[in-house]
């Protein structure tokens, strides 16, 4: 398990490295942005959520660690990163001194992500073939990003991928916590990046548990 000041260097170093045209999010990093989160439950979990991470605690370094990172592999078609869901749902621990919940839960999000680059400049008419090995290897990595029409290629400019948050947090605080954060990228970086958050697709356990029991009260 990485200390603090091992987490600041790969941080740091990951960072300088990243080219500024490439996608670039950083879930954890925006999500947890307190300024964008609303004031109630989600925000004081996320607080602790953090907190307890900076601490290296065992709950806060799995909620973390059930989250997909930097997305790798785009460019060959790794469109989808998702985590570790038993990881995530399973999650819950008694935080009743340091929090309004008695416990905290995890909730697995699936964030629908889109990006294209803003301003598209044609230098050469090139016909590319449908595979990423037969672009131009001094081209553009956009070439290989984005969509062509292909229906038989794996789309490169929209992908999936997971964050494993306090089940206090609704889709919607993660929606519109990304969307907020994703703005400053969009204008540093000549890339535009649309977020979704499917309510359908951001499970806690907990919800699961009391719909169970609604249903048996019913029958």
């Known amino acids: 398990m990485p200390t603090n000041q091992s987490y600041d260097i790969l941080k740091n170093l990951t960072t300088s490295l990243k080219p500024n045209g490439f996608i670039i999010l950083e879930e954890y990093v925006a999500y947890t942005h307190s ?3 609303p004031n109630g439950q989600c925000k004081k979990d996320v607080r602790l959520f953090l907190k307890e991470l900076r601490n290296e605690t065992l709950w806060a370094m799995q909620m973390f660690d059930a989250s997909s990172k930097y997305p ?9 990163h998702l985590g570790n869901f038993d990881e995530c ?9 340091n929090s309004g919940n008695d416990k905290i839960t995890g909730r697995y999000c699936l964030v629908d992500l889109q990006h294209q680059r803003k301003k598209i400049s044609v230098s050469r008419n090139i ?8 672009f131009d290897p001094k081209g553009s990595f956009w070439d290989a990003i984005e969509e062509r029409g ?11 991928l997971a964050l494993c948050v306090p089940s206090a947090c609704s889709a919607e605080d993660v929606e519109t916590v990304l969307k907020s954060s994703i703005e400053k990228i969009n204008k540093k970086n000549n890339i535009e ?5 499917d309510k359908n697709f951001c499970q806690a356990a907990v919800e699961a548990s009391n719909s169970v029991a609604g249903a048996r009260i019913y029958w």
């Open 193 to 197: 990046i649309q977020i979704t958050v």
């Open 72 to 80: 790798d592999g785009i460019l060959y078609g790794n469109t989808k």
């Open 127 to 134: 016909v590319h073939k449908p595979f990423t090995s037969d």
């Open 89 to 97: 749902y399973n999650l819950q621990v008694d935080v009743r001194e």
């Open 150 to 160: 292909n229906p038989h290629r794996i789309r490169r400019d929209f992908l999936q």
């Open 35 to 37: 300024e964008y989160l």
